[in-house]
């Protein structure tokens, strides 16, 4: 890219083509779930089948990077939307002629594989369509995209879903994916073919071998800061996908008609904070100093302390969820900031042909041991009903403990990055 203009046309195309697709994508990862709930009325069905949806996810991801790397971005892009818009109509077609928890199972696990060989298209095209100098503000713009579609996904889909039921969300978010697709057919995207192997298997494996030696060997601060991030996912982030639904729809009593909305408000309330996390990081980008980055994992865990409290001491539903909605929006901004900045740090120190294999994996085992921690709370919730409260106070302090632990790890970046800084200067 030889402007230092962010908005070209062909980033415009990306960014409008996430903006449609990531609706759709909102829409159906907030009611398949929610369906599964309602209709069974299992935290534990819930959770073990929210961890079989993300396993595909983390597993395919390494190898989207590879293929993002030898392959044009574009056609990546457009095919993976368009095998979207396809499952769905399929499992609009099946959906009262098979059992209904092993279609919502198949199809949330396609879903998220999907996803994990279409987020690297997307994440190593933003360095070959931005500057150097751009990287933070487009890396923020495309954070800022996702967010809105998860804002504006959840609390539309929530509203119909409540009144309507689930088809009409099945029929919009193939609409989505489909105009997504063709719009996705336009944009350019320079791309070098690299050589393969003799065959794919070799090609994996050679690429997978070098992602680790890179990772481990090369710059082996990512992947302390990995562990790290992995860690924080199973105690927080998934306590977060399974405890906040359980929560509204189930334990505060609100008929389940209001309750599928009011949770859908909370999924806005998450998206809303991500938001103001991508803006304050597209303005203050240059004021952040990696090497504090612990600091916002531990105002993260602070932020869902009073869930905890309001549960256990709060004898009002909505005073309750009004403390949720609160908290769910406070929490995303420290963590939309750790995300941006760490995504950016990747990019800039990652050679420019390894940019999908190294992304692909961070992303990886930073979600490994999601399923593991949905499963767990899935259970918890179920099997202990009465200490919802208690299981919202542990969960957070142990997150502490991890950010604590992490500040050794984020004082190593800081030399890291301002050596590359001096070099490009």
Request: one cysteine or more; aromatic letters at 10%.
């Amino acid at each position: 890219m030889n402007s230092n203009k962010l908005f070209q046309k062909d980033f415009t195309l990306v960014v409008i083509g996430q903006i449609i697709s990531l609706f759709g994508n909102a829409i159906i990862r907030f009611a398949l779930p929610l369906y599964l709930l309602n209709q069974t009325g299992s935290a534990a069905l819930f959770g073990i089948v929210s961890a079989c949806a993300f396993i595909p996810m983390i597993l395919l991801t390494p190898v989207g990077g590879i293929f993002t790397d030898r392959m044009n971005k574009r056609n990546i892009m457009v095919a993976l939307d368009f095998t979207t818009a396809a499952i769905l109509t399929i499992f609009t077609i099946l959906l009262w002629h098979m059992d209904m928890v092993l279609l919502i199972l198949i199809t949330l696990i396609l879903l998220y594989a999907i996803a994990g060989a279409y987020q690297p298209a997307v994440q190593a095209s933003i360095p070959v369509l931005a500057s150097p100098e751009q990287l933070m503000p487009a890396n923020a713009v495309i954070n800022l995209v996702s967010s809105l579609a998860a804002l504006i996904g959840p609390v539309i889909g929530g509203a119909i879903f409540g009144f309507y039921g689930l088809y009409p969300i099945l029929y919009i978010g193939i609409v989505c994916f489909f105009i997504s697709a063709i719009m996705e057919i336009f944009i350019k995207i320079p791309f070098a073919k690299l050589p393969a192997e003799a065959s794919i298997f070799k090609t994996v494996v050679k690429d997978l071998k070098i992602s680790m030696h890179f990772i481990c060997k090369e710059q082996p601060v990512i992947a302390k800061s990995i562990w790290i991030i992995a860690a924080f996912n199973m105690f927080l982030s998934s306590l977060i996908i399974i405890g906040i639904p359980v929560i509204v729809t189930q334990r505060l009593g609100f008929p389940m008609q209001l309750g599928n909305q009011l949770y859908g408000y909370a999924q806005g309330c998450i998206a809303a904070g991500s938001i103001l996390g991508g803006l304050l990081t597209g303005v203050f980008g240059k004021k952040l100093n990696v090497q504090n980055a612990y600091l916002l994992l531990f105002a993260d865990a602070l932020t869902l302390i009073p869930i905890g409290l309001v549960l256990m001491f709060s004898p009002s539903a909505m005073l309750s969820y009004g403390v949720i909605l609160v908290c769910c929006f406070v929490m995303m901004v420290p963590a939309s900031i750790f995300s941006i900045q760490m995504l950016s740090y990747i990019q800039l120190i990652t050679p420019p042909h390894l940019i999908g294999k190294i992304v692909s994996c961070v992303m990886a085992v930073c979600l490994c041991a999601s399923p593991i921690g949905q499963a767990m709370y899935g259970w918890l919730f179920q099997s202990i009903p009465d200490m919802t409260a208690v299981i919202f106070l542990i969960g957070p302090f142990i997150t502490c403990l991890i950010s604590i632990w992490a500040k050794s790890t984020f004082a190593e970046i800081k030399p890291i990055l301002s050596e590359i800084q001096y070099q490009n200067s």
